[in-house]
């Protein structure tokens, strides 16, 4: 029988293999936060965000029953940074060649695979407080509010777009995150052309609404 693995061993290397793959990044020309102060989601949606967009800097929560659904959402926010995303999820099968059709490129992803739920939020606040990296996804179950305002001050702290993807539909209570979100699949729609069911169930400074869209990978854009 092997012997259980060590905690804090399995952290330092996980810290050693993000610290590398961030150096190659920082070698690189990086993106002041100035210049990327928003991510764009649609015209109407934005006229409901505050700051006319998704803010950097700050954690956004993705509330899904529908794995496809709110790893697509996601994957369109994070195509629309400049720069290296870090995706976290201890699935080992993320189907990065899907995303391609949300406009994110392999080449632009860092995945990271914790063996545990606490090491995937440890790696979540290191990777939010690189300046280096433009956004990081953590696919995670509820979070409390401790943890969701570590995260959100990490993400304020490195300028980053921070993503929870819940798999659960409702939310669990109060969050820290900016804006809290439910994504569900329109069952009628064409395969060929994804189409979703987007709530904004909260929005620091915001107003709650709801769209249904399409998403149209020729324009790269939600079509409502």
Not at 68 to 97: K, Y
Request: proline share 7%; aromatic share 4%.
């Amino acid at each position: 029988m092997g012997s259980a693995s060590d905690p804090a061993q399995d952290r330092r290397a996980l810290l050693e293999d993000l610290r590398s793959r961030v150096l190659v990044i920082e070698r690189g020309e990086r993106i002041a936060s100035q210049d990327r102060p928003v991510v764009p989601v649609s015209a109407p949606i934005d006229a409901a965000l505050p700051d006319g967009g998704l803010a950097l800097g700050g954690v956004h929560e993705i509330l899904t029953e529908d794995v496809g659904a709110g790893t697509g959402f996601a994957a369109m926010l994070l195509a629309r940074l400049s720069g290296q995303v870090v995706w976290i999820s201890q699935e080992e099968d993320l189907g990065v060649h899907g995303l391609v059709q949300f406009g994110l490129q392999p080449e632009a992803l860092l995945l990271v695979t914790p063996s545990r739920p606490e090491d995937g939020l440890w790696a979540m606040e290191e990777a939010l407080r690189c300046p280096a990296i433009a956004g990081a996804v953590l696919v995670t179950g509820p979070t409390d509010m401790t943890t969701a305002r570590r995260l959100q001050l990490a993400a304020e702290e490195g300028g980053v777009l921070g993503v929870l993807l819940c798999e659960r539909r409702e939310a669990a209570g109060a969050t820290a995150a900016l804006t809290r979100w439910r994504v569900a699949p329109q069952r009628e729609a064409p395969p060929c052309r994804p189409s979703w069911r987007l709530e904004l169930l909260r929005s620091r400074g915001g107003r709650p609404g709801a769209w249904d869209v399409q998403w149209d990978r020729e324009a790269r854009e939600l079509r409502h």
